[in-house]
């Protein structure tokens, strides 16, 4: 497990000795601690990097300590105040509680009851942060809100993503083409803690060649090789505080995988050319739409570095699995490519329902910014959707029926009629299982559901044996 960084404390005092005295205790209790000696240069060290626990003495000269508080509350600052001060009274406590410390203490300072307090105020702040977040994903100002639908696929995708981006567990997305995966990948960055203080770097392993794939990943010294000029830092070092965002990792070459996982393992890298190693603090999040099981039995991908990368998978889904959310999908995608006032039918969506999607999401999307850029001022979309490709057929028994052998009636058939009858034919011999029946006509089982909806062979949202349980 990776150790976490020590808690960051500042320590406000204009006593010279005590401030010397007090910082050698608290770092040999593991605490990161910076000093200032009056409240004023502590407003100054807060702008330079915020700590997680101020102690800070009552009576200085410059700035005291109320007016420190005082100007700290102004800047809506939630970090946690611990007051320091020889003189002890029930009345300045008061006053300095009231005017937001969170605790209060009196010297000479007992070691243990000051460690004590400043775990309880890291506690608070960490608390803090995470209310804060949780807030904000209730108020919809949330990155993962970018992941439209209204599905239960989509809600538990959504929530499962709001409890992991709190976490610093290496993630990996699987899923198809245009299912979202850096969508997912963001939201876990920009809505957790590493937002605050380091960037989103994205890396995709298979749009680089190999050769050049390791520089990219870890730098390289100038000189390292030919055309190395200078030294170059690479997307690790980039993403030090923050996210390593590894798009298309079944992709990467099977050395450079051992590398990869050294560097997880030892929590430090080298750039190429030089052996000094270099310490980063990275969260790596991965992606695929490969099988990586397939790819390890295979021996292209090292099953050690699948444990490192996959602690928590999370698996994007594919629009044939959640199609009730099209609609969403469709206007959304009209105010991002077109206009919001464009009207769309009710028969455009249903079609739209009945369409396995194999380019998922982005196929949508794809088609919906085909209809706006062909039809500048369209006012509403029919059933006929301008600049809609036919579907490709999949494997279906009817290449295999003789239809010359078919013996028409003379005044020929109701195609709803035929339709109706092949429905139920599946219903039936599926012992009315929907993803079976849709398996027996070749369709996706969403659009097999809405055919039995639409010809009241099931009631409009009825269940059958694979819904329940």
């Given at each position: 497990?990776k150790?976490?960084?020590?808690t ?18 608290l770092k ?8 200032a ?10 702008e330079?990097?915020?700590p997680?626990?101020?102690?800070c003495?009552l009576?200085?000269?410059?700035m ?5 508080l005082?100007?700290?509350?102004k800047r809506?600052?939630g970090?946690?105040v611990i ?9 300045s406590a ?13 010297k ?15 506690e608070?702040?960490r608390?803090?942060r995470?209310n ?16 439209i639908g209204?599905?239960?696929v989509?809600r538990?995708l959504r929530?499962?993503?709001?409890r992991?981006?709190l976490?610093d567990a290496?993630?990996?997305i699987?899923?198809e083409?245009?299912?979202g995966?850096e969508?997912i ?15 989103f770097?994205v ?11 390791e520089?990219l990943l ?15 830092e690479?997307?690790f070092?980039?993403?030090d505080?923050g ?7 079944g992709?990467?070459?099977l ?6 996982l050294r560097?997880?393992?030892e ?5 190429l050319g030089?052996s000094?190693p ?8 991965s992606a695929t ?7 390890i039995?295979?021996?292209a991908?090292r ?12 698996e ?6 959640h ?10 995608f ?14 455009s ?5 009945t369409?396995?999607?194999p ?9 919906i ?6 039809n ?15 579907e490709a057929a ?5 290449r295999?029926i003789?239809?010359?052998a078919?013996?028409?009636p ?9 339709e ?19 398996g027996?006509?070749g369709?996706p089982r969403?659009a097999?559901?809405?055919?039995l909806q ?5 009631p409009k949202h ?6 329940e349980?």
């Open positions: 497990m150790k976490q960084p020590p960051r404390i500042l320590l406000i005092d204009d006593e010279k000795n005590f401030r010397r005295v007090t910082s050698l205790s040999e209790a593991g605490f990161d601690v910076r000093a000696g009056n409240g004023a240069e502590g407003l100054r060290a807060l330079e990097e915020e997680e626990v101020i102690l003495d009576n200085m000269p410059v005291d300590g109320m007016d420190f005082s100007e700290l509350r809506n600052s970090i946690p007051i320091l001060t020889a003189y002890a009274s029930i009345e008061v006053k300095a509680m009231r005017a937001g410390a969170f605790n209060y203490l009196t000479p300072i007992n070691r243990a009851e000051m460690e004590l307090a400043i775990q309880r105020a890291a608070f702040s608390l803090s995470e804060r977040m949780l807030r904000e994903i209730t108020e919809g100002r949330r990155e993962v809100d970018r992941l209204d599905s239960a989509m538990e929530e499962t993503i709001s992991l981006a976490s290496p993630v990996l699987s899923g083409s245009g299912t995966k969508l990948a963001r939201a876990l960055h920009f809505d957790g803690p590493r937002a605050e203080g380091g960037a770097v890396l995709n392993c298979a749009a680089v060649p190999g050769e050049l794939l520089s870890f730098g390289h010294r100038k000189g390292a090789f030919t055309g190395a000029d200078a030294d170059h690479g997307k070092e980039a993403a505080g996210t390593l965002f590894l798009d298309e990792i992709d990467m070459p050395g450079l995988q051992a590398k990869l560097a997880l393992q929590g430090e890298i080298e750039r030089d000094r270099r310490p980063v603090d990275v969260r790596i999040i739409h490969q099988d990586l099981a397939v790819k039995e295979e021996g991908f099953q050690d570095l699948y444990y490192r990368l996959a602690v928590i998978p999370i994007a889904p594919p629009l044939r699995d199609l009730e959310d099209t609609p969403l999908l469709v206007r959304h009209l105010q991002r490519h077109g206009s919001g006032d464009i009207l769309v039918k009710e028969e969506l249903a079609e739209l329902k369409r396995s999607w380019g998922n999401v982005r196929e949508l999307e794809n088609l910014m085909r209809v706006c850029a062909l500048p001022g369209i006012s509403s979309i029919g059933a006929d959707l301008p600049g809609m490709q036919p999949g494997p279906t028994m009817a295999n003789d239809f010359g078919i013996e028409l003379e005044n020929g058939l109701v195609f709803e009629d035929l109706r009858s092949l429905l139920e034919a599946a219903w039936e011999k599926s012992g009315h299982n929907q993803s079976r029946g849709a027996l006509l369709l969403q097999f559901s809405y055919r639409k010809f009241g062979i099931i009825g269940r059958s044996r694979d819904d349980g």
